[in-house]
């Protein structure tokens, strides 16, 4: 199960309190930080999500509003006394902004902080639990979404039923890796007797700020949830696609197309007060969608 | 008159919903950004203080907890459409840095920015209401503080008086400047007989981040008020020294050798919850203290 927390949903300026874009997207064992705008170190104290359990960072792109916060979390997390690596996915040009930041206030950060440059799509993190890839969305300048796939989990071992075909506990790890048992006398014990089918790994898009591509759908087929971001209502899609943003449809298209589960809409532009249009437009075209509220928690 | 308001009193890690350091000071006819933290546009929004009147702001030194919100309030000026000329007074380095951003943004600001890299202590404001000069501190890192003066106002007219003497209306404004008035006949009509001193230029002394340093003092001597930071108590002296902040008893000491008339204090570390302590100290030296409290504005 992975769990994604809205730390900002707003657009370009800051309004209305609501924050520019910063999503957490944790798991049990680690947190994922998926852009960092201005005000995000403080939106992870009002929230609660520890910092020490975030060891990888993603930067879609460079405008602003996904990105001022990121120099101040790395140096209050240095102030904290943090050792532990960090690993940070970015567009390139990033790496020189903080470095120079660091270099004129003297400081030499606590930890060893690895910079990944985003230089082409594919796999950027694979552990044991988790793969990250990022793919190219079209925007005004170079921009990345990020795919998050949660690994297939063991099988579930029924210990009891391995106990009565008298299968040795050193075997149980190759019965959780799906291998049938064979016994002194040959029988084979089909694994499906004395395991069960773990729950499948949960999939996660974020499809940060894009023109409306339909390709995208090819990116992103069938994930558990989309991100996708809905800069303005419907009636204004001239404006959108001049500034290479979405509309409420546009993003319930894609979800539609791509056949995800459940869609995600943020990026509200500054100029709405309220946001119960945007869900109201984008569930004409993809029921299942929900507003992207900060503070909350949308289960995957 | 001159109001002082604060948007952020904390230091380095923003705790406890106080935010890094940003102050505003407003007169009726302009406003003055002194440093700016990150959250700095979100607390101008939340305070309701016009954004369009700033027209100068000042960065200290470059320390993060001073200017990492800069970039995004220029650039949400620029959102906004803003076209008035902004002039920026700070650090040499913060041109190539503010530069980088916008560049990698491929981001043109709507109006016209002024860089002014303080170089030398002296001028760096001169209009007819005020004047704002640059003096070093003694900080870890190069650092500025900033002193205020209103200009002295023209006198106080008494039209009624004026007219008593029969002293023609084209002569008013002379009079204000403090010249006596010599009728036809060859009397001196001094000039105390027909107005009143105007109230007194007020003015204000910023003083950053500094360690404790008693040649301060000749700098800012009487002035109406003074900032002094305060990023410790009294028993953390030497690890106040050892980081190039002061203490409360320190800034008190400095208040009363400059004589100043009130004394502002703020920075408050992290690790104090609670500020209380802060002001009993403080007074033990200098009794007419004041803790800087975010959205409270100082009259001087």
Redesign the interface.
């Known amino acids: 199960m992975l769990g994604l927390t809205i730390l900002g949903n707003n657009s370009?300026?800051?309004?209305f309190d609501r924050?520019p874009t910063a999503q957490v997207l944790q798991s049990m064992d680690e947190s994922f930080l998926i852009d960092c705008g201005?005000?995000t170190?403080?939106q992870l104290?009002k929230y609660k999500i520890r910092r020490s359990k975030i060891n990888h960072i993603f930067i879609s792109h460079?405008?602003?509003d996904h990105y001022?916060?990121l120099?101040?979390l790395l140096?209050?997390m240095s102030?904290?006394n943090r050792t532990q690596d960090l690993h940070l996915h970015a567009?390139p040009?990033?790496e020189?902004?903080i470095s120079?930041?660091l270099d004129?206030?003297?400081t030499h950060l606590s930890y060893a902080l690895h910079f990944h440059p985003l230089v082409e799509e594919g796999s950027i993190v694979d552990n044991n639990k988790i793969t990250v890839s990022c793919f190219k969305v079209q925007h005004?300048?170079a921009c990345w979404g990020f795919l998050f796939r949660e690994k297939k989990k063991p099988r579930k071992l029924n210990a009891e039923r391995a106990k009565i075909y008298e299968i040795p506990a050193a075997f149980y790890e190759n019965l959780q890796q799906g291998e049938d048992y064979i016994t002194k006398k040959g029988t084979i014990v089909p694994n499906e007797e004395v395991t069960t089918e773990a729950p499948k790994g949960k999939s996660y898009a974020y499809c940060a700020d894009t023109i409306f591509d339909e390709s995208l759908a090819e990116k992103i087929m069938g994930v558990d949830m989309l991100y996708h971001e809905t800069t303005y209502l419907k009636d204004l899609h001239e404006r959108a696609a001049a500034r290479f943003h979405s509309t409420t449809v546009q993003a319930g298209a894609i979800a539609k197309k791509a056949g995800v589960k459940k869609l995600l809409i943020g990026h509200f532009s500054s100029k709405y007060e309220t946001l119960d249009e945007f869900l109201t437009e984008t569930k004409e075209v993809f029921e299942n969608t929900e507003l992207a509220i900060q503070g909350c928690c949308y289960l995957i």
């Open positions: 370009a300026i800051p309004a924050n201005e005000g170190q403080m104290s460079l405008h602003g001022f916060g120099i101040g140096t209050s102030l904290l567009p040009e990033l020189q902004l120079l930041q004129f206030a003297s005004r300048i």
